[in-house]
């Protein structure tokens, strides 16, 4: 099955500046990887998503990228803000399957 | 409102003591599915379904039960509870999409489950 491995598991970042998330993928027909936000008490939800088919994405501060070829994407959040703080999963999409990486805690310092 | 309601959200329980967690949703969607979530271990998912009657198990299904009789609800079955189903799982939905994935999840709140 589909392994993700997910890289830092916390990060702290100054506000104002960039954060970068790095994920890795097992299998090469994974085609759908989104990235979810999990506030303190809440249940994930969907920031922003890529297809195999795409290289990269943007969504006002937040930016996907992929890389095919060496089974990586990664999330890149530019101009961070208070409201950013909280726990970022990746996923891979295999079929119905969705597997996540292991977690990512962002803390962003004023 | 579209949402994902689970209940409990709470419960402690000792072990053996067969327990339910209902899911349901009313965004119509074919899709839901079951994941815990572990520290340092993200969340895995334990049961899916992608529509009624059709429920397949997910990485980490042992200990666990599913069925799907009408579409808005997936509930999940602990038979037998013991303390390594302490956890927090979460019920999420998706209507099913073309391209072969799942797209995008909801998720319910979350119901944080203590075996004794």
């Known amino acids: 099955g589909e392994n993700v491995e997910q890289h830092p598991s916390t990060l702290s970042v100054q506000e104002g500046d960039s954060a970068v998330i790095k994920c890795t993928y097992s299998d090469s027909a994974s085609n759908y990887f989104p990235w979810y936000k999990q506030e303190l008490g809440k249940g994930p939800q969907l920031i922003i998503d890529?297809?195999?088919?795409?290289g990269e994405k943007k969504d006002q501060r937040i930016a996907v990228t992929l890389n095919k070829t060496a089974k990586h994407f990664s999330l890149h959040i530019t101009e961070t803000q208070p409201e950013d703080s909280a726990v970022y999963f990746c996923?891979?999409?295999?079929?119905?399957?969705?597997?996540f990486g292991t977690g990512t805690r962002l803390t962003i310092i004023p | 409102e579209a949402q994902v309601t689970q209940n409990p959200r709470y419960l402690i329980t000792v072990t053996g003591k067969k327990l339910t967690v209902t899911c349901s949703q009313n965004m119509n969607h074919e899709y839901m599915s079951w994941y815990r979530q572990d520290p340092g271990l993200g969340l895995r998912q334990i049961y899916y379904s992608m529509n009624v009657e059709a429920t397949d198990k997910g990485d980490v299904p042992e200990g666990y039960k599913v069925s799907r009789k009408e579409k808005r609800n997936f509930p999940l079955i602990l038979e037998s509870p013991s303390p390594n189903q302490t956890s927090l799982y979460f019920c999420?939905?998706?209507?099913?999409?073309?391209?072969?994935?799942?797209?995008?999840?909801?998720f319910g709140e979350g119901s944080r489950l203590t075996v004794l």
């Open positions: 999420a939905s998706s209507p099913r999409r073309s391209g072969g994935h799942t797209g995008e999840l909801f």
């Open positions: 996923a891979a999409s295999l079929g119905e399957k969705l597997t």
């Open positions: 890529i297809r195999s088919n795409v």
